[in-house]
T-cell receptor, first 111, second 113 residues
């Protein structure tokens, strides 16, 4: 099984509050893991990817950070949310050439 | 940066019609994937094509990878309301476990009963 668990499914947070989104995966060890953000049901923007514990690469400068404390755990965080952080956040696993498996996503609304 | 342009952006058709949508780039990709996404859910992989000129069929869906590996098309025969969704194409520059995908912006398909 290559199941990905994301929670929560929806989240409403005030501007300036912290954020922690968690993603856990099942299946083979040492997976490549990715955080994407999707705006208004359109294309996916890669935020972070990780090829192993403690290894994080950031694709775009932003108000967010990521961590990988365990092999199958990937966390997306922010110390202070901005309105522009609203969106649909997706966690994924896999190698790019072989297709990704996505979680069911978290809809974040910053108010 | 590799860009993928998908067209048309929106498509609304009647049940039973055929349709073709496109994914184009000026870059060469090692492989290209198509995903379908329903509202509030993550994308689900439909197919991966890796060889230039390759054609793959998945029931009523036919996927083709361009000879130069820069573009792809998706043809749906006799569309059904269950085909409604956002269709995303994504290209990988390197095969193997450590490549990253570039996604197009997607095609929103609505099939009316």
């Amino acid at each position: 099984s290559q199941t990905i668990h994301q929670w929560p499914a929806t989240l409403v947070q005030p501007v300036g509050s912290p954020l922690s989104l968690e993603c856990t995966v099942e299946g083979t060890s040492n997976p490549n893991l990715y955080w994407y953000r999707q705006a208004a049901g359109r294309g996916l923007q890669l935020l972070f990817y990780s090829v192993g514990i403690g290894q994080i690469s950031s694709e775009v400068p932003q108000n967010l950070s990521a961590s990988r404390p365990q092999d199958r755990q990937f966390i997306l965080s922010s110390k202070k949310l901005l309105l522009s952080d609203s969106g649909f956040y997706l966690c994924a696993r896999g190698g790019g050439g072989y297709g990704y498996t996505f979680g069911s996503g978290t809809r974040l609304t910053v108010v | 940066t590799q860009l993928l342009e998908q067209s048309p952006q929106f498509l609304s058709i009647q049940e039973g019609e055929n349709l073709t949508v496109y994914c184009n780039s000026s870059s060469v990709f090692s492989s290209l994937q198509w995903y379908r996404q329903e509202p509030g859910e993550g994308p689900v992989l439909l197919v991966t094509v890796v060889t230039g000129g390759e054609v793959k069929k998945l029931k009523r869906l036919t996927f083709q990878f361009g000879d130069a590996r820069k573009d792809s098309s998706l043809h749906i025969t006799a569309a059904q309301p269950g085909d409604t969704g956002l269709y995303l194409c994504a290209g990988a520059v390197h095969t193997g476990a450590n490549s990253k995908l570039t996604f197009g912006k997607g095609i929103t398909l609505s099939v009316r009963p």
